[in-house]
Every structure is written in structure tokens, then in C-alpha cells.
């Protein structure tokens, strides 16, 4: 089938602090040769629910405006994205809804969304393209200006037109490119930098969470945190009005 006699959606997630304000944003290409443009942002999220929420909204659209589409070609820069709904979720539903790790699957709310739709309602006409993201992609690009507006707390104006009115070359589509291969992507969770913990005034940085757990565990008014940073463990003094005081190592 050409491309001509399939729906086309761009899709793109923006997030700034991960978790904190997102945005998504996505272009959508009808048959008829009209264009929508769509996007929303959230106050406290992630870049990969940001991904995942703009080809849910996306595909949510084009079951009402072309419900019987018989193939839709979804491009994204989304290496989650991608590897999550055509190998990972598998796994994940015949396992509970748990990953490699036995732990709850993260976005579980939004992978179930995603699933009902492209391996539900349009099961067997999806086609999922990779886009490198910043890299001069007119329908990438557009998308991530949207999703980053939107991430700002500000309100893009969103097309909605014919393709010959559109001011954006996403037709004819990018060439094809490989998706990166990460087997451990959206799997297993990045390792801890420290965990922190704080009682009366005295902040200590420990290696791993059960040593942390035996110093907070049962202890009125202790605090503790998982860093991810160096960064990070500035920021968590910040919130725990602590900046000034010195970091001890745990021995």
C-alpha cells in the first residue's frame, strides 16, 4: 500500500526536569490530504509519558476521523516508544504487567491505552517508523516545537487545514532509518548515584538503600531520598532546606 493510502502521524514528548512540566506534540496526516495538528502539557510528568501520551491522543483522533483507515504509519523519536509496543508489552502482559525485574511496569496506565488501540482497534495496520530526533526532520521538528511550547506552560497555535495550506514539508516521508538497539531501555531502572538521608541537621550520603533504611527505619523526623546526580543531591538539600550543610559519607 503507498503512502498516499495511509494515515500519517508524527509524534514527540518534551519534558523539562524528568519528572516535571512536559509536553507533547504530534501532526497528523488524513488521507483526504488534511492536516491536525495536536498538543497538551501536563504539570508534573515525564519525557516517556509525554511520547507515549502524544501517539495515544494521536490514534484517539484518527479513530473518529478515519475510523477505517487501513494502515497508519506512526513516526516518532522514541526508541520507548517503539521497542515497548511491538516487543516489550507482550512480555509485560503475559507477566502481570511486570518487567524483567518483577516490578511493576512504569506508564503501566498508558501502555494499557496504547495497546487497546494499536493492537486492538487498528491491530494489524500499524507501522512504526524511526526519526532521529534533531536532526532537521520538518515533521519531527514541528512536533517538538509544539511539545516544548506546550512543556512551557504556553499555547501554540495548532493547524488544522488542508496539506497544500500546511507550511511544514512532511510529505514526502523521511527515509527509512535503523531503530537503536538498548535491550535494557524502558526495562530495568538507572542506578542510584546515593541515597540521603537527614536527621536533626545531620545529612549522610549512603550507597545503597538498605544501608539508608537502617538509619531512617523507626527515626521521628528523618527524611531520606534516592539521588540520581550530583545535581540531583543539590537539589533534594534545596528542598529540604539543607543547602548549606556539609554532605557526611557513610563509613
Known sequence: ??????????????????????????????????????????????????????????????????????????????????????????????????????????????????????????????????????????????????AVAFSKGSVPFLFKGSLEEYSYPVIPLPVLQTIPENKNYGEKKKSAFSYLSILGNEVMRHRDWPSCERRVKGRSGAKFKKAMSFEDEISILKSWGASGVSIIDEK
Open 1 to 146: 500500500m503507498t503512502q498516499e493510502n495511509a494515515v500519517i502521524i508524527y509524534t514527540d514528548g518534551a519534558c523539562s526536569g524528568n519528572p516535571g512540566p512536559g509536553g507533547w506534540g504530534s501532526i497528523i496526516i488524513l488521507r483526504d490530504q488534511r492536516v491536525v495538528e495536536l498538543g497538551a502539557g501536563a504539570r508534573s510528568t515525564t519525557n516517556n509519558r509525554m511520547e507515549l501520551q502524544a501517539a495515544i491522543s494521536s490514534l484517539e483522533k484518527v479513530k473518529i476521523l478515519d475510523p477505517h483507515s487501513e494502515k497508519i504509519i506512526l513516526l516518532t523519536d522514541s526508541v520507548y516508544v517503539i521497542h515497548g509496543i511491538q516487543k516489550w508489552i507482550h512480555g509485560w502482559r503475559r507477566n502481570g504487567w511486570k518487567n524483567a525485574e518483577g516490578t511493576e511496569v512504569l506508564n503501566k496506565d498508558l501502555w494499557f491505552q496504547f495497546f487497546e488501540l494499536a493492537h486492538g482497534f487498528f491491530k494489524g495496520k500499524m507501522e512504526y517508523r524511526y526519526v532521529r530526533g534533531h536532526q532537521g526532520t520538518p515533521g519531527n521538528e514541528r512536533c517538538d516545537e509544539i
